[in-house]
Nanobody, 119 residues
Framework: QVQLVESGGGLVQAGTSLRLSCAASGLTFSSYHMGWFLQAPGKEREFVAAINRIGGITYYAESVKGRFTIARANAKNTVYLQMNSVKPEDTAVYYC????????????WGKGTQVTVSS
């Protein structure tokens, strides 16, 4: 079955960096666009970043543009989210997702990794 497993979350101080990873299995990774989403306590899940199948196109939420970078390694079935200059408001559970339609829908989701940014 399809599995997306996020890792790399933790407790960090504001202004520092963190890299999240999402390892995929059970699917043809290079056939899927990949996305990162976050869900803060008491809030709905929201889009963070997306990357197309071959990694040539990326798209970001305004709140993270210039600070976060999404990348993928199809040979490793892994997508990354490099988070720089993190802020307390970045605190959330971060999820990766795999989708077949660019920016429209996601077919598979991971269980998330917690990121907590202290001020």
């Amino acid at each position: 079955q399809v599995q997306l497993v996020e890792s790399g979350g933790g407790l960090v101080q504001a202004g520092t960096s963190l890299r999240l990873s999402c390892a995929a299995s059970g699917l043809t990774f290079s056939s899927y666009h990949m996305g990162w989403f976050l869900q803060a306590p008491g809030k709905e899940r929201e889009f963070v970043a997306a990357i197309n199948r071959i990694g040539g196109i990326t798209y970001y939420a305004e709140s993270v543009k210039g600070r976060f970078t999404i990348a993928r390694a199809n040979a490793k079935n892994t997508v990354y989210l490099q988070m720089n200059s993190v802020k307390p408001e970045d605190t959330a559970v971060y999820y990766c997702a795999a989708g077949s339609v660019w920016l429209q829908s996601y077919d598979y989701w991971g269980k998330g990794t917690q990121v907590t940014v202290s001020s």
